[in-house]
């Protein structure tokens, strides 16, 4: 069974960092776009960011550049998304998912939710003082 695991989540003030985690179990990631969304209440799911594991590129929304920071642990099968100078605006449920990038152009389309195959349950994250 193919299965996306996230942690991580939880409270940090303004300024400070979260590191999540999604554990891919039942496929490896090699071939394998990761994203990282987010929705907030009220709002609709955002990208924030995605990692294609067979090249290595990074896309970023503009928002987080320059804060969070995604990568992968080969050995684990886990991608993660380092996230610092967290603002209270980062505050969201968030997600990963997996599309199986094959001869897709992932720059074109890792923000797109309805590309992925495979979704995560969500893991909670609380920016707050």
């Known amino acids: 069974q193919l299965q996306l695991v996230e942690s991580g989540g939880g409270l940090a003030q303004p300024g400070g960092s979260l590191r999540l985690s999604c554990a891919a179990f039942?496929?490896?990631?090699?071939?394998?776009?990761i994203g990282w969304f987010r929705q907030a209440p009220g709002k609709e799911r955002a990208g924030v960011s995605c990692?294609?594991?067979?090249?290595?590129?990074?896309y970023y929304t503009d928002s987080v550049k320059g804060r969070f920071t995604i990568s992968r642990d080969k050995s684990k099968n886990t991608v993660y998304l380092q996230m610092n100078s967290l603002k209270t605006e980062d505050t969201a449920v968030y997600y990963c998912?997996?599309?199986?990038?094959?001869?897709?152009?992932?720059?074109?389309?890792?923000?797109?939710?309805?590309?992925?195959?495979?979704w995560g349950q969500g893991t909670q994250v609380t920016v707050s003082s």
């Open positions: 990692l294609s594991c067979s090249d290595g590129s990074t």
């Open positions: 998912a997996a599309f199986l990038r094959g001869g897709v152009s992932v720059s074109t389309i890792w923000a797109n939710g309805a590309a992925y195959e495979y």
């Open positions: 039942g496929f490896t990631l090699d071939y394998y776009a």
